[in-house]
């Protein structure tokens, strides 16, 4: 029992300084990309500017029609649901920008692209090493951070943000019509109180929040995607490390985003 006892404090200080660590060691690969990206404003040079449209694309654009369904699914169940539930302007305006604006749009953006833009790069990045194609990169000079993973990190970033806004508007307009034809005409003033409920705080938070979540989506998946070493096992196990520390971090990004607006 002694022995059990002694052992519960170093077992969680290790895993303490476990994550003390992943967390540095991520802190420092992002900012050794951003700087190799920035450095020689290499996103004014056409070379750079293909592979970011090309993320963008894939991230953003082709996930516009998941991202309308779910939009439209969420305001008919959610929003509806809500507006029902409230009598005054005021409470239910304030209530849909902060549960749908605030939390559950860029929540909902932000799973969507883990599963399917995340664990893609992850792969992706896993293959090449495993393959020898970065190898091959770097011998002919070629810098992975800036060639592979900054257009990576940033146009997650953008897409982020794009399709959290999206996915808010949807959902907001989608539930706010439906309740306006199915319960009262009244509801439909709702479509013009939306903004006045909206801060300045809160747009910044928006932003920033959804910033950090696509750079961490791109970060966790290219770092873990860039630590497969020789085995074709370790493929799939960087992979749902990088989901589970996406999401744990995600959580984290979200709960301090919150304390900024109590």
Known sequence: MLQLITRVPGATGAFVLRRIDYLVNLTTFVCFVLLAWFSRLRLFKRNSYRPLVTQIIFTGVDAMPVIVFLGLLTGFILTFRMITLFDSVGDTVTMLIYVIGMELGPMIAAITLISRTGSAITVDLGNMKLHGEIRSLEIMGVDINEYLVAPRLMGVAISQLVVAVFFTVITLVSGIILSGLVNSTLHFSYLFHLTDGITPLML???????????????????????????????????????????????????????????
């Open 204 to 262: 910044l938070v928006f932003v920033v929040k959804n910033m950090l979540f696509g750079l961490t989506i791109g970060a966790v998946a290219c770092y873990h995607g860039l630590r497969v070493g020789v085995s074709a096992t370790e493929v799939p196990q960087q992979t749902q490390r990088a989901i589970v520390n996406i999401l744990t971090l995600l959580f984290v990004i979200d709960g301090v985003s919150a304390m900024v607006l109590l």
